[in-house]
């Protein structure tokens, strides 16, 4: 006689688990800092706060990360897309950020896409998330890669909602 068995289950997506994925980004702009210099302690600690609101109100589309030099993205820079919820992924360990490249004349910093959820929210809800958030940001649009193109390499998930990383491959 054969048994089957069929196991299913279902997990509430969390502040604790939005922590989660944020801690592994923070752990790749610590890696950019230690092999470049940027960013700096408090821009870490600002861009992981930011980043638990975003999962955890769900709006997050992408967020790049990163050296730019007149007007775009070196190599020196990560991606992250949010991923669907319901999305079977791994979860990856941070890291693997390299190292010597070129970033001479270029400078850290940050841009974000939010996703069609956000615009679905009304102004209160939106004024509530930005009033979270450590900082403010601007408009405008994410500049080009210098050259190469991004490439998904490692995925961070937890609580049924992931983020994949993109570098850049020359």
């Given at each position: 006689?054969?048994?089957?068995?069929?196991?299913?289950?279902a997990?509430?997506?969390?502040?604790?688990?939005?922590?989660r994925?944020?801690?592994?980004?923070?752990?790749?702009?610590?890696?950019?800092?230690?092999?470049?210099?940027?960013?700096?302690?408090n821009?870490?600690?600002?861009?992981?706060?930011?980043?638990v609101?975003?999962?955890k109100?769900?709006?997050?589309?992408?967020?790049?990360?990163?050296?730019?030099r007149?007007?775009?993205?070196?190599a020196?820079?990560?991606?992250?897309?949010?991923?669907?919820?319901?999305?079977?992924?791994?979860?990856?360990?941070?890291?693997?950020?390299?190292?010597?490249?070129?970033?001479?004349?270029?400078?850290f910093?940050?841009?974000l896409?939010?996703?069609?959820?956000?615009?679905?929210?009304?102004?209160?809800?939106?004024?509530?998330?930005?009033?979270?958030?450590?900082?403010e940001?601007?408009?405008?649009?994410?500049?080009?890669?210098?050259?190469?193109?991004?490439?998904r390499?490692?995925?961070?998930?937890?609580?049924?909602?992931?983020?994949?990383?993109?570098?850049?491959?020359?």
């Amino acid at each position: 006689m054969s048994e089957s068995y069929t196991i299913s289950a279902a997990e509430t997506f969390t502040i604790l688990h939005a922590r989660r994925i944020a801690s592994k980004v923070a752990t790749d702009l610590q890696r950019f800092q230690r092999f470049y210099g940027a960013p700096p302690d408090n821009w870490i600690r600002d861009y992981e706060a930011e980043l638990v609101e975003l999962l955890k109100h769900g709006v997050l589309h992408t967020v790049v990360y990163g050296f730019q030099r007149r007007e775009r993205w070196t190599a020196a820079s990560v991606q992250y897309t949010a991923l669907s919820d319901g999305t079977l992924v791994s979860d990856d360990d941070p890291g693997k950020i390299r190292p010597d490249l070129d970033v001479a004349g270029a400078s850290f910093t940050s841009f974000l896409d939010y996703n069609e959820k956000w615009s679905r929210l009304s102004p209160a809800e939106r004024a509530a998330v930005r009033a979270a958030c450590p900082f403010e940001r601007v408009a405008g649009s994410s500049p080009p890669l210098e050259r190469g193109y991004w490439a998904r390499d490692l995925t961070y998930a937890a609580g049924g909602r992931g983020i994949g990383r993109s570098t850049v491959l020359l």
